[in-house]
Structures are given as structure tokens and as C-alpha cells.
């Protein structure tokens, strides 16, 4: 299966900030990628980078066989919902359907109408008269409209009320059962960053994970699963562990100690109960790991291959 | 590009339109009066060279003219300088760039339109004002001074192209509006003082003429632009101040001539003084005009190459 994003050593820096260090991913076509991570880990600006809008300051971004780049027939291809959602306030969505209009190739103008239609949501009233899950949809559809082949969400969920976000990740898995180009068959990928594990577990069935502006983790869901496991044993060394396994995280308490570990191989010393985790302690794991710089050194490679070799 | 451009700014166009009515309306009722008052003139106190006291019509509407030489900032203002700050304060600009066209193009059709809409609006007061001052001018002689030159006839239109491309170059650099309205306001009233105090009486080398003190002479013809008057010596150089600062005609008064300190004018003669007038003959008018809207224009060109650099280069 070809990769729609490609990147590697992927480095963004500002002035004194480091905003993304050394980032290589892989995302295959057809995948719904969760974005996860901390606030200021980086997802922002990956998503920045994968548009255009920003130009990387090391390393390199292949998008849909291209470098992100200003050029029409890149632009067309993308699709592109920027965080806190913005939308020219005092137009309405049937201006902004015009707009679409008049800057897209191929601009499907039918389907925000329909899609809006279908939730109620005015299109003859300023976008800023809108609530923010209404808007939200507004933007999404308008998003879906240029038909691209690759779908960028920057924390779509972030203002939406548990119903809303309910109602836009429905609308964003029956987009990707459509291809952007309109020929049937889940050619769209879709990469989207949020903070909400629990919401997008059910939609997503990839993860990139960063932190401390570096990557975590990035692979498909499955995998990612099966990688990881919870050890909960008495309190002792856990050397032994470390030579077979990566310890992403160790809390330990005076009687027992838990291990989230990565890696396939068994863990033989009968001490240890062996749990399998779901995606959101595995994520946050990784989060709350006491340096994610260091551990992100070696890691990054060998979990790039993760998402290379799919 | 056109008809999304025209989309965000057709209040706003409008809002100018009714503005511009508005104006008209007042300069047409005071300026036909004026005319006619003029006419009328010319048939009466003009001949035995009597007008002394003619008035043209209220001193509000003066003001009100006067007023005017605001109105190629109003464009760049309002219009420039948030042309691309709001669009990158609000997030907007994600918006617009992740479509299908470039920036460059976005901002060139954009930025197009802004400096047509800058040049027509300035350019249609403009000739309001020119149709306006006719009498006036005629009767004062003042088409060349700071105050007319200023609002009439080409120069407002390269005044208000030169502020919308500061407005779009502010906004494009700051990023915020309210600071890139700032800029612009200080920017414009700056590069606008700077160029007609210093720059303007030297387009061109000025003319001097020289006069006896002692007679009462006319100046040159028309409407000329003043740059330098005064009193020089035989050798060229004004009079060194003599004892007790005395002065003459806004000169100091030679030490030689301190005596005749009641009449100095015979006494500076006989050695040799005499007044000068430097200036811009009337007839240089249009060279004028053009020269300082070529200034602007140039300074316009320079400012949207680096917007367009800035932007070329910079992360949305």
C-alpha cells in the first residue's frame, strides 16, 4: 500500500522554540490517523508543515507523491480545517460556498448544501451567528467540498459539546468511505490531532503520538495494541525487563510496581501479571513519561519502521 | 480571486460609495455658488481690480476642502491594513491559502483591486476638489501652495496607492491590525510632511529673482511655490548680523547701515544689497504634480515588494 505522507527528520524551529524535531512518519492511504499528543508537542505545526502553510527548517515532507508546496494542483489535493476553525465571520456559509467556488477545480458545492441541509444548520446566515458545533460542520463540509484526496484536521473536536463531536466524527467516517477524487473505495486519508483519546479510538485506525516535539509512536492501531502491555508485579528491580523490552513508563508505589512495556517478546518471570492496555493508557503512558526526549532518541527510528513497514 | 475579493469588501465599498455621495452633494451646491459668485466677479470688481474682499462662500467649506488631504489615508487605513493583519490575526489566512490558488495570487488580485479602489476614490475626490477650487484658485493664486497642491488634481491618487500599499505591507509584517493601522496613520503622516517640506521645493532647480529694496515690486506671475526669499550682499551672502539685531525685511541690517536704522532700504542699496525671491514658477505646476506622484507610486512598488517577499517567505 503506497504512503500518503511520508516524512523524515522533519524539523521545525522558531526563533528559540524547537516545535518539531526530527519527525518521521508514515501514513498509508486510506488510514484515519489520530494526531495525539500534549499541548505545544508539535501537532500544530506536523500539520502546518503537511499543507504548505509552513516551509520545514530541516528534514522532509513527501504529501501525496509531492513536497508540500504553493502550486494549484497540490493545493487542490489537500484539505486543510486549521484549529479554533476559521471562517470569514460575518459571511454565510453559502458565501463561503461561493468562495470555494471560485478558488477549487473541482468544488462540489451540492454536498456542503446537502450535508448542511441534512443537519439543520442555516447556509443564508453569517458563519459567527452560528454555535460552535454548527460551524464546526460548516467548516467540514467546506472542507469536503474541494474533494481532496488527503483530509488535515487540526483539533476539529476541541469546542464541540460530546453530541456535536458525535455528529462531525459521523460526518468524517462516512467522508472517508468516499474518495476524494469521487471514485468509490476509502481512498481518503485523513489525519486529525485531538486531545479527546476516548472520541477518536472509535474512528481511528492509526496513531501518531508526539511529545516534547518529537515522535513518540506511529503506527497502525492494531499494532500499536499488540506492541504494548501493562506488567503489574511486587516492587523489584526491573533490569531484567529492560534488556528484552522498552519501559515507557514505571510507577511504583512501596508494594508494587506498574510497567507500561513495548515490544512482541514474552515476559517469562511469573511475578508479573500481564495486562493488555487500551489506546488511551498506552497514550497516556507515553505522555506522562518522565522524559520523552531522551526516550525519543533511539525510539524514533525503530518506531518509524512501525508505520514503514505496513 | 476577483469575485471573492469583491464578496468581503462590497459593505465596505458601498460605505465608501454613500461617503463619496454624500460629499459630492455639499461640494456641488458651496462650489456652484462659488462659481457663480465668480462669474459674476469677473464681470464686475475684476476689471477695476476690486475684489479685495470677495468671498467665495463660507470659511467651513475652505475647511471642509482643506479637510480633504485626509482622504487618500482613508483606503489604506481602514481597507489596507487589515486587508491582510485580520485575515492572519483571525486564522482566516488558513482558510483562504489552503485552496486552490497561491498566495501570490491571492494577494495580487487582492492587493489589485485595493490599489484601484485607493486610486479611484482619492482620484474622484480629487477632481471634485480641483472643479471646486477653480475660483478659488483664480482669485487667490494658490494652486501651488502645501494646502491645494495637496488635494488636487493627480498627486491624491498617488497619496492613496502609496497608503495602501503601506497599510498591506504593515499588515502583512505586524500581523495584528490595530498596530498595522497605527503604522500606516504614522507612516503616511510622516512620508506625506517629509516630502512636501523637504523634498518638493527642490523637483527642480527653483528660479531666483532679485529686487531693489527700496522699490515696491510685484512677485512672479500665477501661482508659484516659494522655496527661499531673503536679502543677499555684493558678494552673495546675506548680511552678517550687525549691532543691536536689527532687522529689515526679516534680514539683519548691516553693521554699515545701523545709522539709517529708520529707513535702512536706500542705505543697503547703495551697498550693494538687495532682496531675492527663490522659487517654482506657476508654469512648472504639472511637472510637479507628476514628479510627486511618481514619488509615491515609486514608494508604493517598493512597499508591495516586500509584502509580497515577506509573505513569499514567511509561514502562514
Known amino acids: 500500500m503506497t504512503a500518503v505522507i511520508e516524512t523524515s527528520g522533519l524539523s521545525k524551529r522558531y526563533r528559540r522554540v524547537t516545535a518539531l524535531s526530527d519527525c518521521t512518519i508514515s501514513v498509508p492511504e486510506g488510514r484515519i490517523s489520530a494526531l495525539v499528543g500534549p499541548n505545544g508537542a508539535g501537532k500544530t505545526t506536523l500539520l502546518r508543515l503537511l499543507t504548505g502553510l509552513a516551509a520545514p527548517t530541516a528534514g522532509r515532507a513527501v504529501v501525496l507523491g509531492g513536497t508540500p508546496r504553493q502550486d494549484p494542483a497540490y493545493l487542490a489535493e489537500i484539505g486543510f480545517l486549521a484549529q479554533d476553525i476559521p471562517l470569514y465571520r460575518r459571511l454565510t456559509a453559502q458565501e463561503h460556498v461561493g468562495i470555494g467556488a471560485h478558488l477549487n477545480p473541482r468544488w462540489d458545492g451540492e454536498s456542503v448544501r446537502a450535508r448542511l441541509g441534512g443537519l439543520k444548520i442555516p447556509l443564508d446566515r453569517p458563519v459567527g451567528t452560528l454555535s460552535g458545533g454548527q460551524r464546526a460542520q460548516v467548516a467540514l463540509a467546506l472542507t469536503l467540498a474541494k474533494r481532496p484526496r488527503l483530509l488535515l484536521l487540526d483539533e476539529p473536536l476541541a469546542a464541540l459539546d460530546p453530541l456535536a463531536r458525535r455528529n462531525f466524527l459521523a460526518t468524517l467516517a462516512e467522508a472517508a468511505t468516499v474518495r476524494g477524487d469521487g471514485e468509490a473505495g476509502g481512498g481518503l486519508t485523513i489525519m486529525l490531532s485531538s486531545h479527546l483519546i476516548a472520541d477518536i479510538e472509535r474512528v481511528c485506525d492509526h496513531l501518531i503520538l508526539l511529545a516534547a516535539s518529537r515522535l513518540q509512536l506511529c503506527g497502525d492501531v492494531e499494532k500499536v495494541l499488540a506492541e504494548h502491555r501493562i506488567l503489574v508485579g511486587p516492587r523489584k528491580d526491573t533490569t531484567a525487563i529492560a534488556r528484552t523490552h522498552a519501559i515507557i513508563r514505571e510507577d511504583t508505589t512501596p508494594r508494587q510496581t506498574t510497567l507500561l512495556i ?38 524514533a527510528a525503530r518506531l518509524s519502521a512501525v508505520g514503514g513497514d505496513q | 480571486m476577483t469575485w471573492v475579493t469583491w464578496r468581503q469588501y462590497r459593505y465596505q465599498g458601498a460605505l465608501a460609495a454613500a461617503l463619496f455621495a454624500a460629499l459630492a452633494v455639499v461640494l456641488l451646491i458651496s462650489g456652484l455658488h462659488a462659481a457663480q459668485v465668480w462669474q459674476s466677479a469677473l464681470a464686475g470688481c475684476m476689471k477695476g481690480n476690486a475684489c479685495g474682499n470677495l468671498s467665495l462662500g463660507s470659511s467651513a467649506f475652505t475647511t471642509l476642502i482643506v479637510a480633504t488631504s485626509a482622504v487618500p489615508l482613508l483606503p489604506g487605513l481602514f481597507w489596507g491594513a487589515p486587508a491582510l493583519a485580520h485575515e492572519l490575526e483571525t486564522g482566516t489566512i488558513q482558510f483562504a491559502w489552503t485552496q486552490s490558488v497561491t498566495r501570490r495570487h491571492w494577494l495580487a488580485v487582492r492587493t489589485g483591486w485595493l490599489l484601484l479602489a485607493a486610486a479611484v476614490i482619492a482620484g474622484a475626490v480629487s477632481a471634485l476638489v480641483t472643479w471646486w477650487s477653480g475660483p478659488d484658485n483664480a482669485l487667490l493664486a494658490d494652486a501651488f501652495q502645501a494646502n491645494r497642491f495637496d488635494i488636487t488634481d493627480i498627486v491624491p491618487a498617488g497619496y492613496a496607492i502609496f497608503a495602501m500599499a503601506l497599510g498591506v505591507c504593515a499588515g502583512a509584517l505586524l500581523r495584528r491590525t490595530l498596530p498595522a493601522m497605527a503604522v500606516t496613520l504614522a507612516g503616511f503622516v510622516a512620508m506625506r510632511a517629509l516630502i512636501a517640506q523637504w523634498l518638493r521645493p527642490h523637483y527642480m532647480t527653483p528660479v531666483t529673482v532679485y529686487y531693489k529694496l527700496t522699490a515696491n515690486v510685484a512677485g512672479p506671475t500665477g501661482s508659484y511655490l516659494s522655496v527661499n526669499q531673503g536679502v543677499v550682499g555684493p558678494n552673495g551672502a546675506p548680511p552678517a548680523a550687525g549691532l543691536g539685531n536689527y532687522t529689515f525685511n526679516g534680514s539683519p541690517v548691516p553693521a554699515v547701515c545701523q545709522k539709517a536704522i529708520q529707513n535702512p532700504a536706500p542705505c543697503m542699496t547703495a551697498h550693494g544689497y538687495r532682496a531675492y525671491l527663490t522659487y517654482q514658477p506657476a508654469s512648472r505646476f504639472w511637472a510637479f504634480q507628476g514628479i510627486e506622484t511618481g514619488i509615491f507610486v515609486v514608494l508604493a512598488a517598493a512597499l508591495l515588494g516586500v509584502t509580497f517577499w515577506v509573505l513569499r517567505r514567511r509561514d502562514a
Open chain 1, 262 to 299: 513495548r515490544g512482541s517478546g514474552p515476559v517469562i518471570d511469573p511475578a508479573w501479571a500481564v495486562e493488555e492496555p487500551n489506546l488511551e493508557e498506552i497514550v497516556l503512558g507515553y505522555m506522562s513519561q518522565d522524559d520523552p526526549v531522551r526516550r525519543a532518541g533511539p525510539e
